[in-house]
């Protein structure tokens, strides 16, 4: 069965550091890969996806991530966090049959000034 | 441009109360989502509908019921709520059956209590 974990429960770094999420995958085929962001109170908004081809993706608000296969994993990167960075990360895999996506527990992020 | 509208944002019932849920989106998606967010769970799916007239259940159907009323409004009912069901609910909305590689748009939520 597919999953996702992430293994940060909880991230605080200093405003202008760099910031990496982890996120590991479980799933047989190529995987649609996908991080959101949910700031305090609202709903999930989508910072960006992998389907296939550059696997550097780049997303809104300055993030990247990497997809590695080897390693199942596809890690969220940001180079300078801002304070308004502050909010829950949630990676999510789609299933390739059904329009259904597994999301991770989440990492909640803070950002000390 | 509104998205995806639900409605309560919050609530507050008793248990054995019953209540319903309202979502609306105004993208002509096809696909629709309940989400329940519970901390140190993520999101956990409820029902969804791969289009008008269409439910299935997910991981966490017991306790709910839907109804996809036409292609814009997708309902979460609680028929008997119990304190187990309190949580943070979301609906969802994605473009049409692309093999799970469409992204999803959300509502703002409603936080549910039950007492």
Known sequence: AQSVTQPDIHITVSEGASLELRCNYSYGATPYLFWYVQSPGQGLQLLLKYFSGDTLVQGIKGFEAEFKRSQSSFNLRKPSVHWSDAAEYFCAVGETSYDKVIFGPGTSLSVIP | ?115
Not at chain 2, 19 to 43: E, F, I, K, V
Not at chain 2, 68 to 96: D, G, H, I, M
């Open chain 2, 1 to 115: 441009n509104a998205g995806v509208t639900q409605t309560p944002k919050f609530q507050v019932l008793k248990t054995g109360q019953s209540m319903t849920l309202q979502c609306a989106q105004d993208m002509n998606h096809n696909s629709m989502y309940w989400y329940r967010q519970d901390p140190g769970m993520g999101l956990r799916l409820i029902y969804y509908s791969a289009s008008e007239g269409t439910t299935d259940k997910g991981e966490v159907p017991n306790g709910y019921n839907v109804s996809r009323l036409n292609k814009r409004e997708f309902s979460l009912r609680l028929e008997s709520a119990a304190p187990s069901q309190t949580s943070v609910y979301f609906c969802a909305s994605s473009l049409p059956r692309g093999g799970g590689n469409q992204p999803q748009h959300f509502g703002d939520g409603t936080r549910l209590s039950i007492l």
